[in-house]
């Protein structure tokens, strides 16, 4: 028999829970603040603090209850449903939208249709019909042909939902524009085929485009939002849409194997992280815009636009730089670049709030060192 080491003379090892440079560290590569076991522990304790713990039973109740309560309230939605992934909320929302019309229109550079395994086919026998290749959105005049073609082929079969994904991160981060949405969605109601937003990074595009995530949800029957992505949950996201929708929809939940036992630590990281986001996170892209036409006046780096974007920026660096050099003394001053196409001399800066931690002044003075520090 194996027995515990009860020698209860060895020093306990404590695991500190601050980040260090955690309220300097401005990072240009995610739509989030960086994650650790140390920055999660120490939200947790705060939440703890504040507000306590409740535990769900099965993601029912608890904290996944008033995660799913604000989120509601946040989209403007009378309910919404606690899922464990994106993956899971969007291949729900097509399946119940869809009802007995089994085919959805998505695009065909979106997640659900590129990055799921053709899990809504092969689990839910819908098929989906992709539109807009090699692009990031369709036109209603191509739904309109989609649609009319499917309900006029030799067997009728008709289309039960539409999603749309925006912002578009196959399509770097390029988001539908809102008079698109507006006329994609109309025709939808007119037809009676149900909506469906793939708004994982809903908040990016709300920040970019000035229109308030509100106003993008209410044009569609349903939304999903990730609460990983940069609310500060090590997972899950949220599926909003009427009561009726939601009403029992937690089964369906369960027998994809999305009920997980215990999700309260997740979902009081995501409550946290919500807290006055939408106001950091338009601050964070007014500060990024400052910041980056200042850096366009020196000599060593441009920062371009994307059209139709939102927190993804491109940045081309000139060829006289030592670009391990221009990294490293903007490590040094607690910022945080990844290069991507060393040879083009060409990667991105993705804006998140973490810009919130050093003025503009601070970070273009940054900027100037690291590309005077590193000219070859």
Do not use: W
């Amino acid at each position: 028999m194996h027995t515990i080491p009860t020698d209860t003379t060895q020093p306990t090892t404590r695991i500190p829970v601050e980040d260090p440079l955690a309220d300097k560290l401005v990072s240009f590569g995610g739509d989030g603040e960086p994650k650790s076991p140390r920055s999660m522990l120490q939200t947790l304790i705060e939440f703890e603090e504040e507000f306590g713990f409740e535990a769900d039973s099965y993601s029912l109740g608890g904290n996944v209850q008033q995660v799913e309560e604000k989120f509601a309230g946040m989209l403007g939605k009378e309910a919404a449903i606690f899922m464990p992934t994106g993956t899971l909320a969007n291949h729900l929302a097509v399946r119940m939208l869809c009802g007995d019309k089994p085919r959805a229109i998505v695009q065909e550079q979106s997640h659900l249709y590129q990055d799921s395994g053709d899990c809504v086919s092969r689990l839910s026998n819908i098929n989906l019909l992709p539109l807009a290749k090699d692009r990031p959105h369709f036109t209603v005049d191509e739904l309109r042909q989609a649609v009319e073609g499917s309900e006029q082929g030799r067997v009728l079969t008709p289309v039960g939902a539409l999603m749309i994904e925006s912002p578009v991160r196959r399509q770097e981060g390029k988001v539908v524009p809102f008079d698109q949405m507006q006329a994609i969605t109309g025709y939808c109601r007119e037809r009676g085929i149900g909506t469906h937003l793939d708004g994982a990074r809903l908040y990016m595009m709300s920040g970019a485009t000035g229109i308030s995530a509100k106003t993008y949800a209410s044009l569609f029957d349903t939304v999903y939002v990730s609460l990983y992505k940069y609310f500060g949950a090590p997972f899950g996201s949220v599926l909003a849409g009427t009561a009726e929708f939601c009403d029992g929809l937690y089964h369906d939940r369960r027998m994809f194997g999305g009920g997980l036992a215990s999700a309260n630590f997740s979902a009081a990281l995501a409550l946290k992280g919500a807290e006055g986001f939408e106001e950091r996170f338009n601050a964070a892209i007014k500060r990024a815009t400052t910041l980056f036409d200042k850096l366009n006046t020196l000599a060593g780096i441009h920062v371009g636009r994307i059209e139709n974007g939102s927190n993804i920026f491109p940045m081309d660096l000139s060829r006289d730089l030592d670009l391990d050099k221009f990294v490293k003394i903007l490590q040094e001053q607690s910022i945080s670049v990844s290069l991507g196409d060393l040879d083009q001399r060409r990667s991105t800066l993705r804006v998140n709030t973490t810009i919130l931690r050093q003025d503009v002044e601070t970070l273009f003075a940054a900027f100037r060192s690291a590309l005077e520090g590193s000219r070859l």
